[in-house]
C-alpha cells in the first residue's frame, strides 16, 4: 500500500490540495515522480536525496528499489520548490525508517542540500485552504510562519496549528515525538504598525487644485491624470498620495498578503502587507508586466497594485496595446488570463494616477517657454491616448507652472494629517454604505447602486442632459460623473449631491477634452 502526504499548488490566488503518494518496490535503483511535474519538480530528487543522507538515513538509489512518487491530481501541473519536503517525508515514512502519524497534517517547504529548510511561496494560501479542508497542523519553514499565521485574522472556525522547521531533521524529530513545536500565534504588533510616508502632501508646493483633485481620487479611489509641463509637480503629487490613503482593512490585508506572497514578493522583514501598494511601472514595460500572464501565470502590475495605487508616469509613451490592455480592467476590476490549459482570474481594484505632458517638448500653451513641436508631433503625441481610454479615466487636471513665490511659501505640516483625516471619513461612510453591496468605494458602484446612492434634484439633472445630449459626457462620462459628485459630498459629509458638487465633479471631468 503506498503512503499518502498531503501539499498545495497554488492555482491563481487559491491553493488546491496536492496528495503526495510513495510507493516503494524491489528492483533496479530509480526514483521517479509523475503527477505533471515541472523542472523545478523533477530536481527535488537530488535535493531530497541529498537532505535524507545529511540526516543519516538511507536516501533514495542507496538500495535495489523502484521509488514512485505521484503527485496527484495528475491533471495540474505541479510547479516549483515547495514539495521537497512532502516528497522526503513521504519516502522516509514508505521505507520505515521513521515513525510518523500525518495523518491530518499538510507540508510545504524546499530542501537544502544540508537538509535546512528554505521558504516558499504562498505560504498563507496554503494556511488558508488547510484550515478550511479542516487540516489539524501545516508544517511548513520557519521563515514562513508569520506570513501563515495571518490565516487566524477575522476566522470564524480555526483550529490550524501553524508549525514552523528549520529542516529536514527537527521535521523528523517533531513527527517521531522526539521534540515539542508550539504552534506559531498571530502577533497583531506585526499587523498594526504605524506607517511612516517619507513623502507627504505637504512636500508639493502651491498646486492646490491638483491636490484637491488627489483627495477626491482618493477618497474616491478613482482613476486621475495629471498633464503639465516638466517639472510641475505631477510625479510628486502622485508620490504623496500613499501618505493620505486609509488604513488596510483585514480583508484587504489578506488578499494583498495572498498575491504579494505568490508573486514572491514578501521579505523576511516584512511578511505581510501592511501599507496600500504604490506600484510606479516604468514606460518600456511590457503588456505582461502589466496585465499579467507568463509561464508559470503570475499576477501583474495591476494586480500587484490592487487596492491601491497604479503610478504611470510619461504616460503617453507607454506601448500602445499596454495602454489598451487596460480598458477592461479599469472597468471590471479583475483581469482573466487565458492559456490552452487554465483560465485565471485576479483581483485589480487599483486608482490609476497617470503624468502625461502636454507635448512632446512639454511647454504647449507655455506663455514663459515657447513650444519647439510641429502641429503634427502634438497630434501624434495625443493620439497615442485613445479616446476609450481617456474616456476610463475620472479625473482629469492641468497643472501650471509653480511660481519662486509658491516655492519658498512655507506650507501647513498638518496638511497631510488634515486631508488623511477627510478622506478616511469618507471611506467610512463608504463602508456602511456598502456594506450589503461587492463595492468598497465609490468609484466601484455600478448602474444600480449609481442610481440608488447618487440622486440629483431636477436641476442638476437639466445640466447633465444638456451635456450629454450635446455629446459632450459619454454615457460612461455620466455615471463617472456622478460618482465622483458622491464622493465630493462624501468629503463635505452631506447626504445630497448638490448642484456645487456636480460643478466641481464637471469640471475634473470636462478637462479630458484638451487630452
Known amino acids: ?173 517533531y513527527l517521531e515525538g522526539k521534540i515539542n513545536i508550539e504552534p506559531a500565534m498571530l502577533d497583531m504588533k506585526e499587523v498594526i504598525k504605524n506607517n511612516d510616508y517619507r513623502i507627504g502632501l505637504d512636500w508639493v508646493r502651491g498646486q492646490e487644485h491638483a491636490k484637491r483633485a488627489l483627495v477626491i481620487a482618493a477618497a474616491g479611489a478613482h482613476n486621475l491624470l495629471f498633464i503639465g509641463p516638466p517639472g510641475g509637480g505631477k510625479s510628486l503629487l502622485a508620490k504623496s498620495l500613499p501618505s493620505i490613503l486609509p488604513d488596510l482593512s483585514v480583508e484587504e490585508m489578506l488578499e494583498l ?32 508586466s502589466i496585465i499579467g500572464g507568463g509561464t508559470p501565470v503570475r499576477p501583474g502590475e495591476i494586480t500587484l497594485a490592487h487596492r491601491g495605487i497604479l503610478f504611470l508616469d510619461e504616460f503617453p509613451e507607454f506601448n500602445k496595446d499596454v495602454l489598451e490592455a487596460l480598458r477592461q480592467p479599469l472597468e471590471d476590476g479583475t483581469i482573466t488570463v487565458m492559456r490552452a490549459t487554465q483560465r485565471i482570474t485576479f483581483p485589480c481594484h487599483f486608482s490609476l494616477i497617470a503624468a502625461a505632458n502636454p507635448c512632446p517638448c512639454g511647454h504647449l500653451n507655455d506663455p514663459n517657454h515657447p513650444c519647439s513641436c510641429v502641429p503634427s508631433q502634438i497630434a501624434k503625441y495625443k493620439r497615442k491616448l485613445s479616446g476609450p481610454i481617456i474616456d476610463r479615466i475620472d479625473m482629469v487636471v492641468e497643472l501650471p507652472q509653480v511660481q519662486f513665490e509658491k516655492l519658498i511659501a512655507p506650507n501647513s505640516s498638518q496638511e497631510t494629517i488634515k486631508a488623511r483625516r477627510e478622506i478616511e471619513k469618507a471611506r467610512k461612510i463608504q463602508n456602511e454604505r456598502f456594506q450589503e453591496n461587492k463595492a468598497m468605494t465609490n468609484s466601484e458602484m455600478e448602474i444600480p447602486e449609481i442610481k440608488k446612492y447618487c440622486q440629483i434634484n431636477s436641476a442638476t439633472n437639466n445640466i447633465l442632459r444638456g451635456y450629454v445630449n450635446s455629446g459632450k459626457l459619454s454615457a460612461r462620462g455620466y455615471h463617472r460623473v456622478l460618482k465622483i459628485a458622491r464622493t465630493i459630498a462624501d468629503l463635505a459629509g452631506t447626504e445630497e449631491i448638490t448642484l456645487e458638487n456636480l460643478h466641481e465633479a464637471l469640471m475634473y471631468r470636462l478637462a479630458e477634452s484638451s487630452c
Do not use: W
Open 1 to 173: 500500500m503506498s503512503c499518502k502526504i498531503f501539499s498545495g499548488a497554488v492555482v491563481g490566488l487559491e491553493t488546491q490540495i496536492i496528495e503526495v503518494e510513495s510507493d516503494i518496490s524491489y528492483g533496479l535503483r530509480s526514483f521517479e515522480i509523475v503527477g505533471l511535474p515541472d523542472k523545478a519538480v523533477e530536481e527535488s530528487k537530488e535535493r531530497v536525496r541529498s537532505a535524507i543522507k545529511s540526516c543519516g538515513l538511507h536516501p533514495p538509489f542507496s538500495k535495489p528499489e523502484r521509488i514512485l512518487i505521484n503527485l496527484a491530481p495528475a491533471d495540474l501541473k505541479k510547479e516549483g520548490s515547495l514539495y521537497d519536503l512532502p516528497i522526503a517525508i513521504a519516502y522516509l515514512v514508505k521505507s520505515k525508517q521513521i515513525n510518523a502519524d500525518c495523518e491530518g497534517k499538510m507540508f510545504a517547504g524546499e530542501l537544502s542540500l544540508d537538509g535546512t529548510l528554505r521558504p516558499v511561496k504562498g505560504a498563507l494560501s496554503f494556511a488558508l485552504e488547510a484550515n478550511k479542508a479542516g487540516f489539524s497542523e501545516i508544517i511548513l519553514p520557519i521563515e514562513n510562519v508569520k506570513e501563515a499565521a495571518l490565516c487566524q485574522i477575522n476566522a470564524n472556525k480555526n483550529n490550524l496549528r501553524i508549525i514552523g522547521i528549520d529542516s529536514l531533521q527537527t521535521a523528523i524529530n
Open 257 to 288: 498578503t495572498k498575491i504579494y506572497s505568490i508573486s514572491g514578493m514578501l521579505s523576511k522583514e516584512e511578511p505581510i502587507v501592511t501599507k496600500r501598494p504604490f506600484r510606479a511601472a516604468h514606460h518600456t514595460a511590457s503588456k505582461v
